[in-house]
């Protein structure tokens, strides 16, 4: 049985390199599962800051070895997925506290830093 807790935790290693936070906490991991056909595999469904991002690979790719990482994991499917659409308001309240920290306002969120708060959306 895999710890998809311990998966989690593995992806906090990857970031996106647009946005220096990681996958976790921008909240681009909207799920990871274990399918039932299959033993000691997992299966993250997560999107990305955009559609038309570049390295879209590159961060999959880069999922697939962080999830790998975890003890008992043997095969990773990495499924990219575009709705719900991705907003900053989805991150976790440290992501949003780290993307205010960058000057990216982050709506409906009220975090200690104000100044960022009067920074352009992102």
């Given at each position: 049985?895999v710890?998809t807790e311990?998966?989690?935790e593995?992806l906090?290693e990857?970031y996106?390199?647009?946005i220096p936070v990681?996958?976790?906490?921008?909240?681009?991991?909207?799920?990871?599962?274990?399918?039932?056909d299959?033993?000691?595999?997992?299966?993250?469904?997560?999107?990305?800051t955009?559609?038309?991002?570049?390295?879209a690979?590159?961060?999959?790719?880069?999922?697939?070895?962080?999830a790998e990482s975890?003890?008992?994991?043997?095969?990773?499917?990495v499924?990219?997925v575009?709705?719900?659409?991705w907003?900053p308001e989805?991150?976790?309240d440290e992501?949003?506290?780290?993307?205010q920290s960058l000057?990216?306002?982050?709506?409906n969120?009220?975090?200690?830093?104000?100044?960022a708060?009067d920074?352009?959306p992102?």
């Amino acid at each position: 049985m895999v710890d998809t807790e311990e998966v989690r935790e593995a992806l906090r290693e990857v970031y996106d390199p647009e946005i220096p936070v990681n996958i976790v906490d921008l909240g681009l991991v909207y799920d990871i599962s274990e399918p039932e056909d299959e033993e000691n595999a997992v299966h993250i469904e997560m999107t990305l800051t955009s559609m038309g991002c570049p390295i879209a690979d590159t961060i999959k790719r880069n999922v697939e070895v962080s999830a790998e990482s975890v003890e008992g994991v043997e095969s990773v499917s990495v499924e990219l997925v575009w709705e719900p659409a991705w907003s900053p308001e989805m991150a976790t309240d440290e992501g949003k506290a780290q993307i205010q920290s960058l000057g990216i306002r982050v709506p409906n969120y009220n975090g200690d830093d104000e100044a960022a708060a009067d920074q352009a959306p992102f």
